[in-house]
């Protein structure tokens, strides 16, 4: 079972903010890691941000910066992912992931750890 359980998700128009949310569930281990990444069909998974659970450090991916901001509550098992300034080309479903590389590397890329969340979808319309 993932242990992952996101929110936050839907429909704004373009230039909006969303703010999404993924909680661990209580069953499972702190992650010292945890991420977005988000999917489109036809397109290669995207890498967004990641930030270590302990000491706060955030890695951001190229379509990220400058646009979304990744934070954490690690006494609520809880790490957020604020999207501003949204355009109709961030329509994709959008992904928490735990334990990636991504902290260990120093950089956020396509490569996922192996545990995802059921994924919520983000709609920018113009």
């Given amino acids: 079972q993932v242990p992952l359980v996101e929110s936050g998700g839907g ?5 909006g903010s969303l703010r999404l949310s993924c909680t661990v569930a209580s069953y499972s281990s702190n992650f ?3 991420g977005w990444f988000r999917m ?5 998974r995207e890498g967004l941000a990641a930030i270590n659970m302990h000491g706060g450090w955030s890695y ?3 379509s990220a910066r400058g646009r979304f901001t990744i934070s954490r509550d ?4 809880t790490v957020y992912l604020q999207l501003n ?4 080309e961030d329509t994709a479903v959008y992904y928490c992931v735990a334990d990636p590389p991504w902290c260990r590397q120093g950089y956020v890329d396509g490569t996922v750890g192996k545990y995802w969340g059921q ?8």
């Avoid at 690690?74 to 098992?77: C, L």
């Fill in 40 to 44: 489109v069909p036809g397109k290669e």
């Fill in 11 to 15: 429909s704004v128009q373009a230039g």
């Fill in 85 to 88: 300034s949204l355009k109709p």
């Fill in 60 to 62: 951001d991916g190229d």
């Fill in 74 to 77: 690690p006494g609520r098992k």
């Fill in 119 to 126: 994924g919520t979808q983000v709609t920018v319309s113009s």
């Fill in 32 to 34: 010292d890691c945890m």
